[in-house]
């Protein structure tokens, strides 16, 4: 059984920081990219980033460049979100997503979804 458990998500004020972790299980960890989505109320879930099976090459989307970091540790099999400059338009849904194909950037690439952890970002 795969597991994607998110944690780390909550409430912040804006230009506050939080950090997300993924905590896969069920699967060889270092045969999977693995990535973050967000979705937003009415909105679809959009790629945030996405980091390679070794760790070595990562990908933002342009809203969180500069000030998001996507990073994994392969012998504690988690990835992390470090997110920094929080803006209330950051306000969504965040999920854990695994690409045994690749580093995921759409939805359509995603094997394996976390359940999604809420980050809300205060004014």
């Known amino acids: 059984q795969v597991q994607l458990v998110e944690s780390g998500g909550g409430l912040v004020q804006a230009g506050g920081s939080l950090r997300l972790s993924c905590a896969a299980s069920?699967?060889?960890?270092?045969?999977?990219?693995m990535g973050w989505f967000r979705r937003a109320p009415g909105q679809e879930r959009d790629f945030v980033a996405s980091?390679?099976?070794?760790?070595?090459?990562?990908n933002y989307a342009d809203s969180e460049k500069g000030r998001f970091t996507i990073s994994r540790d392969n012998a504690k099999n988690t990835v992390y979100l470090q997110m920094n400059s929080l803006k209330p338009e950051d306000t969504a849904v965040y999920y854990c997503?695994?690409?045994?194909?690749?580093?995921?950037?759409?939805?359509?690439?995603?094997?394996?979804w976390g359940q999604g952890t809420q980050v809300t970002v205060s004014s």
């Open positions: 069920g699967l060889t960890f270092t045969w999977y990219g």
């Open positions: 980091v390679s099976q070794s760790g070595g090459s990562t």
């Open positions: 997503a695994a690409d045994k194909h690749g580093t995921p950037t759409t939805s359509r690439n995603v094997d394996y």
